[in-house]
């Protein structure tokens, strides 16, 4: 009776250390959220930054430090978004586990298609922040199907045991994924064909997914503030195209207000990813709500 009292304890036991969840540390909020639907009970994210902040230029803090050193898993975007802060965090964090190349680094981009590589890498005129091409592919929902596919493999490869559950986990989300695409579209295929201005550049994917013209960005290169003279000369252009809507991201309005006063468009704030809080939590709702202000934004 003892023994066996010890050997259920035991296994309990060994049942219980087996499933201790994989430390999941994302640069994102997308990423986190896409983590959870996949890695479900086995995994426990946290996302190094909240999707108020500019990703491009993300101040790494100590508390960032603990997380990387004591993750089993590193999940980001790639393409050089993060470039500016996360190979430094990775360095000094040391953590060769999640480093590229070990087991527990995943790059969400391997395998996505870029748009709007540069044609060279001169930094003459400033920062590129686009090195890679346009990074901005979560704004895309069959690019952000291949993200989810990377994270499924990835997290796969770390817990064989459970690559069915996570595999079963992804077609959920594709599942949910296809539903949805077929509602945005729907909500946004009266504006097939309508030119937009962005002030970075930012929406190059999703406006080909749906259908929709950038007809000029703000930003002359990503990152480099528009000059007077430059917000100047995209005036006439954008009055023939008859555009309705300038997107600005959080915080980062001023130009736009001023160039769409001169067109008469509208201002439209959008987040660029979701955010760990709040009503934009969560891809697919954040998803939503980028695809309803756009259609109530370019509504006549
Ligand atoms: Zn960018």
Same mark, same amino acid.
């Given at each position: !009776?003892?023994?066996?009292?010890? &050997?259920?304890? &035991?296994?309990?036991?060994?049942?219980?250390?087996?499933?201790?969840?994989?430390?999941?540390?994302?640069?994102?909020?997308? *990423?986190?959220?896409?983590?959870?639907?996949?890695?479900?009970?086995?995994?426990?994210?946290?996302? $190094?930054?909240?999707?108020?902040?500019?990703?491009?230029?993300?101040?790494?803090?100590?508390? %960032?430090?603990?997380?990387?050193?004591?993750?089993?898993?590193?999940?980001?975007?790639? !393409?050089?978004? +993060?470039?500016?802060?996360?190979?430094?965090?990775?360095?000094?964090?040391? @953590?060769?586990?999640?480093?590229?190349? =070990?087991?527990?680094?995943? @790059?969400?981009?391997?395998?996505?298609?870029?748009? =709007?590589?540069?044609?060279?890498?001169?930094?003459? +005129?400033?920062?590129?922040?686009?090195?890679?091409? @346009?990074?901005?592919?979560?704004?895309?929902?069959?690019?952000?199907?291949?993200?989810?596919? @990377?994270?499924?493999?990835?997290?796969?490869?770390?817990?064989?045991?459970?690559?069915?559950?996570?595999?079963?986990?992804?077609?959920?989300?594709?599942?949910?994924?296809?539903?949805? %695409?077929?509602?945005?579209? /729907?909500?946004?295929?009266?504006?097939?064909?309508?030119?937009?201005?962005?002030?970075?550049?930012? &929406?190059?994917?999703?406006?080909?997914?749906?259908?929709?013209?950038?007809?000029?960005?703000?930003?002359?290169?990503?990152?480099?503030?528009?000059? /007077?003279?430059?917000? #100047?000369?995209?005036?006439?252009? /954008?009055?023939?195209?008859?555009?309705?809507?300038?997107?600005?991201?959080?915080?980062?309005?001023?130009?736009? +207000?001023? $160039?769409?006063? *001169?067109?008469?468009?509208?201002?439209?704030?959008?987040?660029?990813?979701?955010?760990?809080?709040?009503?934009? /939590? #969560? &891809?697919?709702?954040? !998803?939503?709500?980028?695809?309803?202000?756009?259609?109530?934004?370019?509504?006549?």
């Amino acid at each position: !009776m003892r023994i066996q009292q010890l &050997w259920v304890g &035991w296994l309990v036991l060994a049942a219980s250390l087996a499933a201790q969840p994989l430390q999941v540390v994302t640069t994102q909020p997308d *990423l986190a959220d896409l983590a959870r639907r996949i890695g479900g009970e086995q995994v426990s994210v946290h996302s $190094l930054t909240s999707g108020t902040e500019d990703i491009h230029l993300v101040s790494v803090r100590p508390s %960032m430090l603990n997380r990387v050193r004591k993750a089993d898993v590193f999940l980001q975007i790639g !393409m050089s978004l +993060e470039h500016s802060w996360v190979p430094a965090l990775l360095d000094a964090a040391r @953590n060769p586990r999640v480093r590229p190349g =070990g087991e527990g680094f995943i @790059n969400g981009s391997a395998g996505v298609e870029a748009m =709007g590589r540069p044609a060279s890498l001169s930094r003459a +005129e400033g920062v590129d922040l686009h090195p890679e091409g @346009n990074p901005h592919y979560n704004l895309d929902p069959e690019r952000v199907r291949v993200l989810a596919r @990377n994270i499924a493999a990835g997290l796969s490869s770390m817990r064989a045991d459970q690559a069915a559950q996570f595999t079963a986990n992804l077609q959920s989300f594709e599942a949910e994924l296809d539903a949805k %695409m077929a509602a945005w579209q /729907a909500t946004l295929s009266p504006y097939a064909g309508q030119s937009i201005l962005e002030t970075h550049d930012t &929406w190059v994917y999703f406006a080909e997914r749906f259908g929709l013209k950038i007809q000029a960005r703000l930003e002359p290169k990503p990152g480099v503030a528009p000059s /007077a003279g430059h917000l #100047g000369s995209l005036v006439e252009p /954008a009055k023939l195209a008859k555009v309705r809507v300038v997107i600005a991201p959080r915080g980062k309005t001023e130009s736009a +207000e001023k $160039l769409a006063e *001169l067109i008469g468009a509208r201002v439209l704030v959008l987040p660029t990813s979701s955010t760990t809080d709040g009503d934009t /939590a #969560g &891809w697919i709702v954040f !998803m939503d709500h980028v695809v309803n202000s756009l259609a109530a934004g370019l509504k006549p």
